[in-house]
T-cell receptor, first 112, second 112 residues
Framework: SAVISQKPSRDICQRGTSLTIQCQVD?????MFWYRQQPGQSLTLIAT?????????ESGFVIDKFPISRPNLTFSTLTVSNMSPEDSSIYLC?????????FGSGTQLSVL | KQEVTQIPAALSVPEGENLVLNCSFT??????LQWFRQDPGKGLTSLLL?????REQTSGRLNASLDKSSGRSTLYIAASQPGDSATYLC???????????FGPGTSLSVIP
């Protein structure tokens, strides 16, 4: 299994600002995934982050809006840039360990 | 592009009933399929993982089956209890091991 520490757990931000979310995993993993869960919705994949390479973004998500860093095999960050109220959501990081998907506890973001 | 759907979107049953939740996916080239539950305001809990080479997995009152060729999985819950009330999500991992796509979920309510 994998234990993921994600922070912050929640934040309230002003329109136009940026927030960086951090995920720390207790073991080395090849890939980390970043998801968004809007209120009452399922999880939508934002991007896949491999160590040492550029993140791969899903349709509808761009690097300028959601830059991702993956400096090593246990850590990643997702930045939500130039935020608007439409970015209010829960953001989750996840990893695959022993072929199972594990999640951090999520970051609940509210943009005013 | 992999698309995952779940039927029904919502389900309300009296306690004690056996029930079936359905998950369909468009691309049969999958590595595995995982079922999760999510309680309101909480994170995701992994229930069952089925490898592409497997037909079913069982854990307690839960049984998940997989028919890869037809792009379907079912989650069977026996003798439902009020504590089973939650949203159930299926997630499909592609054979290139590079992304996991979630279905929209089934919201289950078990009435005492």
């Amino acid at each position: 299994s994998a234990v993921i520490s994600q922070k912050p757990s929640r934040d309230i931000c002003q329109r136009g600002t940026s927030l960086t979310i951090q995920c720390q995993v207790d073991s080395q993993v090849t890939m980390m995934f970043w998801y968004r869960q809007q209120p009452g919705q399922s999880l939508t994949l934002i991007a896949t982050a491999n160590q040492g390479s550029e993140a791969t973004y899903e349709s509808g998500f761009v690097i300028d809006k959601f830059p991702i860093s993956r400096p090593n095999l246990t850590f990643s960050t997702l930045t939500v840039s130039n935020m608007s109220p439409e970015d209010s959501s829960i953001y989750l990081c996840s990893v695959v360990s022993a072929e199972k998907l594990f999640f951090g506890s999520g970051t609940q973001l509210s943009v005013l | 592009k992999q698309e995952v759907t779940q039927i029904p979107a919502a389900l309300s049953v009296p306690e004690g009933e056996n029930l079936v939740l359905n998950c369909s996916f468009t691309d049969s080239a999958i590595y595995n399929l995982q079922w999760f539950r999510q309680d309101p305001g909480k994170g995701l809990t992994s229930l069952l993982l089925i490898q592409s080479s497997q037909r079913e997995q069982t854990s307690g009152r839960l049984n998940a089956s997989l028919d890869k060729s037809s792009g379907r999985s079912t989650l069977y819950i026996a003798a439902s209890q009020p504590g089973d009330s939650a949203t159930y999500l299926c997630a499909v991992m592609g054979t290139s091991y590079d992304k996991v796509i979630f279905g929209p979920g089934t919201s289950l309510s078990v009435i005492p």
